[in-house]
């Protein structure tokens, strides 16, 4: 007989899938309501966030190692144990339960009764829980902190075991978020009066006009603001980018690698869609997004081009912004899924494409005008590093601008010619961005 579907049913079917493919399906959840659907999202990024942790326990329960389960008692064991140690709402004979039922249904009641056993067992030692004690000192990081060794070697080389431990406990902490007012659709004071009547706890930023934080995103989409095109989540340090690119009215502005629109909307924000904006992608899945949410959000100013930034041929522009793709080592918080999706090779990759990219880009700006290059990265390669080849690549065309009017002290670097925020420093998402003009 199919269990009851329920967060946490769902929520394993995610997490299989995830080990699967290492793609995570959240229409998975659609059946569920609003709020349950949330409580998805909330244990598949919990649960990726300590995944190396909650693998050692099991491990250490099991008569069958880690790596010799399906997927699919490997994740329910996960779901089961991060609910007894690290929700204190659910009571242990519920997860246990739960636990035990999903398996007999995916995989027969002999599974059933292994998964109830190793619970029970974990239960009755669980406040004396063993903790990881390997030798070797980067695979003990890794597993305490739930982070891929070879991204443990590189942090703890290059930012020294203290603060990289810091960085480690805020990508394993809730994130805060943001939303951005759409002052294309209302005014900053009406929407912060309709947050009050809402009952809603808000910070205004000092960094950035128009943005807020939130305990959560919740209340937004239960009440429809983000439907209705007045807001939009946005983290402080994504709004960063398109502002330093000090879009005008009347300029012809491209927003390269676009999908799924956040700084194109922001863009034509800026410039009270007055501006002519390009937003180009590859994905048609992605764009489709983008149209919608420009719609959604009054940005008609927005055209759409789908196509390879390499292989397109487009007039000079004022203004291009290149968000570029990346490894996401900044957002790990809000997408626990990316540090078990990237290695090293896949930064590689990720540097090879974003120096393609950005000398197409480069070549896409008119004298006098201005390219922003930014990244959701704090990798050296993936930034900094591709400015100095551009610009030896370049004869000194471009020249990077100070960005002291735009952004606050803490976050300049590069003698203020560059910012970089981080988690553990800034208390939002880890981004990268400069600000270059075109001289000759």
């Known amino acids: 007989m199919e269990p009851e579907l329920s967060a946490r049913s769902v929520s394993v079917e995610i997490l299989i899938e995830f080990d699967r493919e290492k793609n995570l399906d959240y229409s998975l959840a659609n059946e569920l309501d609003t709020r349950e659907k949330a409580q998805v999202r909330e244990y598949v990024q919990n649960i990726l966030r300590k995944r190396s942790y909650l693998d050692f326990i099991i491990d250490h329960f099991s008569s069958i190692g880690i790596e010799e389960m399906k997927p699919e008692l490997k994740n329910i064991l996960r779901l089961s144990i991060y609910d007894m140690l690290f929700m204190d709402s659910t009571p242990d004979y519920a997860a246990i339960n739960e636990a035990v039922e999903i398996a007999k249904f995916m995989l027969g009641s002999k599974t059933g009764d292994l998964v109830n056993a190793i619970l029970r067992n974990m239960q009755r030692e669980e406040g004396a829980l063993p903790k990881p004690a390997f030798k070797d000192r980067t695979k003990l990081v890794a597993t305490t902190f739930s982070h891929p060794e070879w991204l443990v070697a590189r942090w703890n080389k290059r930012f020294g075991e203290r603060e990289a431990f810091q960085l480690y406990q805020a990508n394993n902490s809730r994130p805060n978020y943001y939303v ?17 009547k809402m009952g809603i706890d808000f910070e205004a930023s000092d960094w950035l006009p128009n943005f807020y934080k939130v305990d959560s995103v919740q209340p937004f989409i239960e009440k429809g603001l983000f439907a209705k095109g007045l807001c939009h989540v946005q983290d402080l340090a994504a709004g960063f980018a398109p502002f330093i690119l000090d879009p005008q009215p009347d300029e012809k502005i491209y927003d390269l690698c676009a999908a799924p629109g956040t700084k194109s909307i922001m863009i034509a924000d800026l410039t009270e869609a007055k501006s002519d904006i390009l937003s180009v992608d590859i994905s048609a899945e992605r764009l489709e997004l983008l149209a919608e949410n420009a719609l959604n959000f009054g940005a008609e100013n927005i055209k759409i081009r789908r196509g390879d930034i390499l292989e397109l041929s487009l007039p000079l522009a004022d203004a291009v912004l290149l968000d570029a793709p990346c490894t996401g080592t900044g957002v790990l918080s809000k997408r626990a899924d990316l540090r078990w999706r990237r290695d090293e090779q896949g930064l590689k990759n990720a540097v090879e494409l974003q ?33 100095h080849k551009l610009l030896e690549k370049m004869d000194d065309n471009f020249e990077l601008q100070p960005l002291e009017d735009f952004v606050p002290e803490e976050i300049l670097i590069e003698d203020g010619k560059a910012y970089q925020t981080y988690p553990h420093k800034h208390g939002c998402d880890g981004h990268f961005g400069v600000l270059l003009k075109r001289v000759k």
């Open 355 to 387: 120096e393609k990219l950005l000398e197409e880009a480069a070549n896409m700006v008119k004298l006098g005008g201005r390219l922003v290059y930014s990244t959701c990265s704090l990798e050296p390669e993936e930034n900094m590093e591709q400015i």
């Open 180 to 196: 951005r007012v759409n002052t294309i659709r209302t005014k900053p004071e009406n929407f912060e009066l309709r947050m009050e």
